[in-house]
């Protein structure tokens, strides 16, 4: 990122002569004993597993200056999270990441539950769709793939953006720097000599896993919760069975020796969680690989169980925990993933909270750095991430007491009643200043502030082609403004009315979209060669902090681009018709879904967060005077609440 600064190497010559070889060790010893200057960034990010790379991905995406320090050599190879639900594959589509774990990943529908006790054999109880159609997502599975695939996919995007993670790099410690500048000190060691190394950073955010080197240094922010006696064994390998449901994920429990779940992976590759029944913590180091294959078969019988290679093997003790504080005081240090929650690996959860913990923080903290957003902003995110940790960790606690004794109907209730949780599409956020959950007469649609968009199918009027709507616009750090209308030809006042207000001077989103243009003049948007396929300044040619999308369910041929606004007519990208209800998930249309029946005369305006969520909702009748205006006006209100012109813009102005 050109902050590195290294010493020159030592000249070779020295006059006409050499030096000798004492005189050079001692150049070269000199030289390592120097320190380095710092490196300079806006984000440390210390930790590259799934949540540190879903940060630095999007970070450096919006243009931030950051840095990864990760203390292992290399990334994950074996071993670890293997499961992506259906909000993290929807969160990869948005990204434009999500093909290659699509191709690699086996797509798990159905999960089926067995049972043997002191009398009878082992048999399948049933079968259950994992994700039921009352579940609204385009993806009604998991997708079992590899922790190290997952980083890869995000390596790779970061390689094309001319990023590298620093390796061999362990954090010590953090403090804030005694200049004006408002750095923090990030101290770490480097390689296997521990030569000391220091960073100068804006914002630090740990991603470290359960013993967050990161957390400790945040005060008050230490881990507390329960550990449960049981314990668990873990092996991923290639077997030789004849059990049926191999392929399926499967709950297995034995009366007398325990549970197992299996779960199917990619490369042929299936993942037992062994239930080490009977065997107390004191025996732990004596379970090895052996005695966790035996246990299974023990479990298993009379299916035949055989490896042919065991590629990761670990054991656990199933515990949950939550981090009292997710940030410090000033809102410049943060912790995120394992670092701020644990739980049990069995429901799929880690790998995807974690990552969604990085995906809440990224846009909040591109706009503090850009100096658009106000100090609320960034304190949303422990009250809206702590929230969903503390939600799954309750969860978890009967999930995980539910699989060890195996009882099928408890099981499935549990994870019934939890469905929504677990998919990702059930983790709502509590009312605050950027989820403004105002009362609108009669609204009987599913969108709610505070909740993720719902899927919806729609055409794209410039190119007829059927896209979904909470997917279409790529994540670039903007805020989403959907217009929905009847008929746009007879909203032709409330939207002169409209667009004339929120582009005038004196309006709040036209200060903020020139502060944005100036902010990403000077620090532009990371590009990718892929961008010359997805086009992103389609969806930034209006403003750079907000795309504004139109929705009618009048029909293409009665409306031209033209017909429009200029604002909308330079957002033609973003003009969708909502006539193709026979393609979307409920078999309704998106008008329908998301706010109940339009009627002719009202116009619904829905204000999307950057990370799909529904921030405010607002309606107006056309036929009211003035109602144009007064929508202008309830956006400016809304982004008020978080959002300001930067202090050096206040004074141009």
């Not at 709502?428 to 199918?457: C, H, R, T, V």
């Not at 041929?557 to 979307?584: A, C, K, M």
């Amino acid at each position: 990122m050109g902050f590195n600064t290294v010493p020159s190497e030592p000249s070779r010559g020295v006059g006409k002569g050499q030096m000798d070889t004492a005189a050079c060790v001692d150049r070269l010893a000199l030289l390592r004993s120097m320190p380095q200057a710092p490196l300079e960034c806006q984000v440390c990010v210390v930790g590259a597993g799934p949540a540190g790379l879903m940060l630095a991905c999007n970070l450096v995406r919006f243009g931030i200056k950051v840095e990864v320090v990760d203390d292992r050599a290399d990334q994950t190879s074996v071993g670890r999270a293997d499961g992506l639900q259906p909000k993290s594959i929807e969160t990869f589509r948005q990204m434009r990441l999500a093909d290659p774990l699509l191709q690699r990943g086996v797509r798990v529908y159905s999960i089926s539950f067995w049972q043997s006790t002191a009398d009878t054999p082992l048999k399948r109880l049933g079968r259950e769709v994992h994700y039921p159609p009352f579940v609204d997502v385009i993806d009604p599975y998991v997708l079992l793939v590899h922790q190290g695939v997952v980083e890869s996919v995000f390596i790779d995007d970061l390689k094309k953006r001319g990023i590298e993670i620093r390796r061999n790099t362990a954090f010590d410690s953090y403090s804030v720097c005694d200049d004006n500048r408002g750095f923090l000190q990030i101290n770490c060691r480097t390689n296997v000599n521990q030569v000391p190394r220091s960073l100068l950073t804006r914002y630090l955010v740990g991603c470290d896993g359960a013993h967050s080197k990161v957390r400790g240094c945040i005060p008050g922010a230490t881990s507390d919760g329960i550990s449960q006696p049981a314990l668990w064994g873990v092996l991923d390998g290639e077997v030789d069975t004849d059990f049926p449901d191999i392929w399926s994920k499967a709950l297995v429990q034995s009366e007398k020796y325990g549970s197992i779940m299996v779960i199917p992976r990619e490369r042929n590759v299936t993942r037992f969680y062994v239930e080490l029944k009977n065997s107390p913590k004191a025996d732990k180091n004596q379970l090895d690989e052996e005695a966790v294959m035996q246990r299974a078969r023990e479990i298993m019988a009379p299916f035949r169980l055989e490896w042919d290679n065991i590629e990761w093997f670990g054991r656990y003790q199933v515990g949950q925990r939550i981090a009292h504080r997710f940030c410090d005081d000033h809102q410049r240090a943060f912790i995120a993933g394992d670092a701020s929650h644990t739980h049990s690996p069995k429901s799929a959860q880690g790998m995807n909270t974690s990552m969604h913990d990085a995906w809440n923080l990224c846009w909040k903290l591109n706009l503090a750095i850009r100096g658009l957003a106000k100090p609320v902003l960034l304190q949303s995110y422990e009250s809206e991430r702590r929230k969903i940790a503390l939600d799954l960790v309750n969860f978890d606690y009967e999930h995980a007491i539910r699989v060890a004794k195996g009882d099928p109907v408890a099981l499935s209730e549990n994870f019934r009643t939890n469905t929504r949780l677990i998919s990702g599409v059930g983790a709502d956020y509590g009312e605050n200043a950027i989820n403004m959950k105002e009362p609108i007469p009669n609204f009987i649609g599913k969108l709610q502030p505070g909740s993720l968009l719902p899927p919806g199918k729609v055409r794209r009027y410039i190119d007829s082609n059927p896209v979904d709507i909470q997917l279409d616009i790529p994540m670039l750090g903007q805020f989403r403004i959907y217009v929905i209308v009847w008929d746009v030809n007879q909203s032709v006042v409330f939207f002169d009315a409209f667009c004339r207000a929120i582009t005038s001077p004196n309006s709040l989103l036209s200060q903020l979209s020139a502060a944005a243009r100036a902010s990403y003049t000077q620090q532009p948007r990371m590009p990718a060669p892929e961008d010359i396929y997805l086009r992103p300044e389609r969806y930034t040619a209006v403003s750079h902090l907000f795309t504004f999308a139109l929705i009618t369910t009048m029909p293409q041929g009665e409306v031209e681009i033209q017909d429009l606004h200029p604002l909308f007519q330079d957002s033609r990208w973003t003009f969708y018709l909502d006539d193709v209800p026979q393609q979307d998930t409920c078999r309704m249309r998106c008008t329908d879904k998301w706010i109940g029946n339009a009627l002719p005369g009202e116009v619904t305006i829905v204000n999307v967060r950057p990370d799909g969520y529904v921030g405010s909702i607002g309606q107006w009748d056309i036929n009211v005077e003035d109602s144009g205006e007064k929508a202008a006006r309830w956006l400016d209100q809304y982004y008020s609440r978080f959002l300001q012109v930067p202090v050096v813009m206040q004074a141009q102005a």
